[in-house]
């Protein structure tokens, strides 16, 4: 990953993008060798026992990042799901799934949710919401920051286009293991922290159990917790006093 420089745990790379940063689509998805698609097709069928709500759906993958471009292609969610189970596999499948957080700021403070106990990837731990892989929606193979990013809102806080403004991405955060690359968003919303609270309740899938109100003068005291995850610590470091 081009032009990468050390986070602050030294294990999760930062790369601050521009504001005019664009994302390609510039190659299909790559063949897959017998071997390598029995294995893919073995833990997909293993994992869909124990939760047969998952999904194959499509999903864009980064094959070089710079701070301006982001180039890559899309490819089923199966073959990133195999990658995160078994990492192993990353020399030959090369994955690098992109997703998109976004830092909520409210009139009160910015919102926090911790991630359900039962999630299959970083339960308990707390990120700044919305936050999901880039997918593909509809027929559309382009990939659009605020589209994605607004879907993601609608999905896990009930919030709509309507409530809230997407700024310019602002950097890019590469999980250790599975190597899924965040693109940390600026959002803005008129609704006060309460009625954001209460669409959630009434209106919102079940990724969080808890959200959080992080007024200004507490952000110190957040940056220091162990549970918060890099990404959104980073953004909340950006807009520390």
């Known amino acids: 990953m081009p032009d990468m420089i050390p986070s602050f745990s030294g294990q999760w790379p930062l790369l601050r993008l521009s504001p005019a940063c664009t994302i390609r689509v510039s190659s299909s998805t790559p063949p897959l060798s017998h071997a390598l698609e029995t294995e893919i097709s073995n833990l997909w069928a293993q994992a869909r026992q124990k939760t047969p709500a998952l999904f194959n759906g499509c999903v864009f993958t980064a094959d070089r990042v710079t701070a301006t471009t982001i180039s890559g ?18 020399p030959h499948l090369r994955l690098q799934s992109l997703a998109v957080i976004g830092l909520l700021e409210t009139p009160d403070g910015y919102v926090l949710g911790r991630r359900h106990p039962s ?15 880039i997918e593909k929606r509809g027929e559309c193979a382009d990939v659009s920051l605020p589209e994605q990013i607004l ?17 310019a991405p602002q950097l890019i955060c590469r999980h250790p293991g ?13 609704l006060p922290f309460k009625e954001v609270e209460e669409r959630w309740q009434s209106c919102a899938n079940q990724e969080y159990d808890q959200l959080a109100l992080v ?26 006093p």
């Open 151 to 167: 879907a993601e809102a609608e999905e896990e806080l009930g919030l709509t286009a309507h409530d809230l403004t997407v700024g």
């Open 178 to 190: 599975t190597r899924i690359l965040d693109i940390g968003l600026s959002l803005h919303t008129s």
């Open 73 to 90: 292609h899309w490819t089923e969610y199966r073959r990133v799901f195999a990658q995160m189970k078994n990492p192993s596999l990353f």
């Open 119 to 133: 999630s299959l990837y970083q339960g308990n731990f707390w990120q700044s919401p919305p936050a999901g892989s």
């Open 215 to 240: 007024p200004k003068k507490e952000i110190a005291s957040w940056l220091q917790r162990p549970d918060l995850l890099p990404t959104s610590r980073a953004l909340l470091e950006a807009v520390s």
